[in-house]
């Protein structure tokens, strides 16, 4: 990280590693600090990458989430014998968030293609007085 000093760092799969460390309260304590210490030292951003189960809706980051910039969940299941990805943004801090899940495929040569649903405004009514 010195040599390269990068600007954003992106830890996926939360869930794995934090399965792989334990699930005891010092351990989310020790992640929470190392999350938060990543981002001082780069001067950057953090990304956090989890999945979830694509029939859950909810999934226990702890404090995790309030020291990382962004929260980024991952989902994928079966619909109608097609395989079905959604990513969902829990948290992106600094940017207003207005969807809060797109589709996304995982396409070779390309990698993640996100499918961002068309913005929908407002309809004004018409005008009566205009003849």
């Known amino acids: 990280m010195a040599s390269t000093k990068p600007k954003v760092i992106v830890?996926?799969?939360?869930a794995v590693l934090s399965n792989?460390?334990?699930?005891?309260?010092?351990?989310r304590s020790i992640l929470q600090n190392l999350v938060n210490?990543?981002?001082s030292m780069i001067g950057g951003i953090t990304v956090i990458v989890?999945?979830?189960s694509f029939n859950k809706e909810s999934i226990d980051l702890?404090?995790?989430?309030?020291?990382?910039?962004?929260v980024i969940i991952m989902k994928h299941g079966i619909e109608?014998?097609?395989l079905v990805r959604i990513m969902g943004f829990?948290?992106?801090?600094?940017?207003?968030?207005t969807v809060a899940e797109v589709s996304f495929t995982i396409r070779e040569g390309i990698g993640i293609q996100v499918f961002i649903p068309?913005?929908?405004?407002?309809?004004?009514?018409p005008r009566l007085d205009v003849h």
């Not at 830890?11 to 939360?14: A, K, L, P, V």
Request: glycine letters at 6%.
């Open 11 to 14: 830890i996926d799969n939360f």
């Open 80 to 82: 109608k014998a097609m």
């Open 118 to 125: 068309p913005y929908l405004e407002e309809v004004k009514p």
């Open 20 to 27: 792989a460390l334990g699930n005891f309260p010092t351990t």
């Open 37 to 39: 210490e990543l981002a």
């Open 90 to 97: 829990r948290k992106l801090r600094r940017a207003l968030i």
């Open 62 to 70: 702890g404090g995790i989430e309030f020291t990382s910039d962004a």
């Open 50 to 52: 989890a999945e979830m």
